[in-house]
DNA sequence: CATATAACGTTGTCTGACAGTGTGACATCC
DNA sequence: GGATGTCACACTGTCAGACAACGTTATATG
């Protein structure tokens, strides 16, 4: 029988009753991250509307949010689409990665944070490298960045590296040659790992800057990659969802 | 008479046409930064969207862009307010600022790009200090730090110190002593413009953090400031929007 | 083959509607 | 008196339907 006393209440969370726009925000976040909706895709209103069971002012309202992300473009009259990157946007998502990165890291370091969160993401990712799936290897070479970031305990700069990741797998999609990831990555982010653990700012900046660059580098130029170590995404190894696939083949080119 | 070939087209730029829901956002966020519109003061949909003769749709779409921006926040069934930041908020908006700047700082300083702006910044900020009104101080502040981040060149680095700009105003606009500045901030103005311009990097980026670290700590502890160097906005100081403030008037507490 | 025209599909925007929910005033009870 | 229950009002959440403006594609025309 519970306490009546209201002081004397058990632990009791906040009761988050999350928006319909949420909730569509993040079921089209989350088919562009799992590559169900391709850079390029156009979102016909109508049709995704009727996909989702809702209306198409709440569709459109939660398309405004993706596109302030900077996850879809908007041209009046013609719609919204997924954001197609180019090799522009390239450097400049990796500027913002650092950016965020590099703070938190430095934050982590100072406050002296609890970091377990981060060593589990390294154990992940070093799994899905022995898994050897693009889509494995790339999700958790992701969380473990974010993996950081949340360890910092910044809402915003967690909030940011969350549409950054977005970013950052659309510029793989976006890339011509497909999805590929580089299954060499571990030993970097063992260093990165180390670097924070043993409280070296200067050494783990250092590493988050090489990380960055090296990836940028390589998204520029695919040629100096030796084959080996490269792990392309075939289509099955996508996230399947019916309800997405479906909706690309409805849409127009 | 112009030349009918197409090659020859004389300077044409590209016709970028905003879409209305840019144009409401817009002029939303700036009512906010200009402080029309109060931290906590909540929108009514109905009579905001008769103000702005749009319809209501329309005003909700942009409503979820500011939203996600963390301009303003969305209750279920309570509808969108201004967001009224905390104490919790100091340090947070304060580390993703330091995170923005002091990577365009380093953009800025290793690329060597003209930076001819920031100077044009720090002048137009002498002026404001000799004016002595907080708000032309605030805007000449914030204006300077955004000039660092344009001259980077990058467009989301850009992005994002706009809506951090908001979110800096939205911190001075929550304090519930009222919109201040100070007017010494001059002196780390003109050493971390010196430092860029003389290239060291070091410098400069412990000017960021230094600044980034006395504005937060000011708005954590007012009273560790001397009054001489505080300059208080009165209510006639702020953009008066005739507008918003018939839109002020007219909704609920 | 390039250009104009027509037909179609989509988006942009609005009106109107109604249920669900939040809010404040008021009455009620211990 | 303070807490609780009740009710009316205001507002949001969501939808359907409509229509003009715009884009795009196919078709006709020079």
Request: glycine content about 4%; aromatic content about 2%; hydrophobic content about 40%.
């Amino acid at each position: 029988m519970p306490s009546p006393a209201t002081s004397e209440l058990p632990v009791l969370r906040k009761v988050i009753r999350s928006s319909t726009i949420d909730l569509i925000a993040d079921q089209i976040r989350n088919a562009i991250y799992s590559g169900s909706l391709a850079p390029g895709q156009s979102i016909n209103e109508v049709r995704t509307a009727e996909l989702l069971v809702v209306s198409r002012p709440s569709l459109r309202e939660a398309l405004q949010r993706l596109v302030s992300e900077g996850v879809m473009t908007h041209a009046p009259g013609r719609g919204v689409w997924v954001k197609r990157m180019t090799s522009d946007d390239i450097d400049d998502v990796y500027a913002v990665r650092e950016a965020i990165e590099a703070q938190a890291v430095k934050i982590v370091i100072r406050s002296g944070k609890p970091i377990a969160r981060i060593h589990q993401a390294l154990a992940t990712l070093e799994l899905a490298i022995e898994e050897n799936t693009a889509r494995a290897i790339g999700d958790a070479d992701l969380d473990f960045h974010h993996s950081i970031v949340a360890c910092s305990g910044s809402v915003r700069l967690s909030d940011l590296m969350k549409v950054s990741m977005v970013h950052t797998r659309l510029l793989s999609l976006s890339d011509p040659r497909g999805y590929e990831v580089r299954c060499d990555l571990i030993e970097t982010h063992r260093e990165l790992n180390e670097s924070i653990a043993a409280g070296n700012e200067p050494r783990a900046l250092a590493v988050v800057g090489r990380v960055m660059a090296g990836a940028a580098a390589r998204l520029h130029n695919p040629l100096t990659e030796p084959e080996a170590v490269i792990v392309r995404a075939d289509d099955q190894d996508k996230l399947v969802d019916d309800q997405w696939s479906q909706l690309r083949d409805t849409m127009r080119a």
